[in-house]
């Protein structure tokens, strides 16, 4: 199943209430296509691109973070889950 979201943290707001509407509106926008599509855009304004970057790092590392907890789910579930006598065993509260 494809990722159909990512983590907007509130730890950007600081970054986003010293910028202009515009700048703001751009980085949303470049935050979304290098999400989706993995293409980084090519700011001429310096307070983006530096802005970005700082966002990038926290994206890369949640992303890594989705892909290595999807990584231990797939092989817990080729493990087959819970053992059968486990699963007897549960109490019903």
Do not use: P, W
């Amino acid at each position: 199943m494809a990722r159909n979201s990512f983590v907007l943290s509130y730890e950007y707001y600081d970054i986003f209430k010293d910028l202009s509407e515009k700048q703001a509106g751009v980085l949303i926008k470049a935050m979304y296509e290098y999400q989706i599509n993995r293409t980084t855009a090519n700011f001429s304004d310096l307070e983006l691109r530096m802005a970005f970057k700082f966002i990038k790092k926290n994206v890369d590392f949640n992303n890594k973070q989705y892909h290595e907890k999807c990584l231990k789910n797939k092989k817990n579930e080729e493990k087959g889950g819970r053992s059968k006598e486990t699963q007897d065993n549960r109490t019903i509260i």
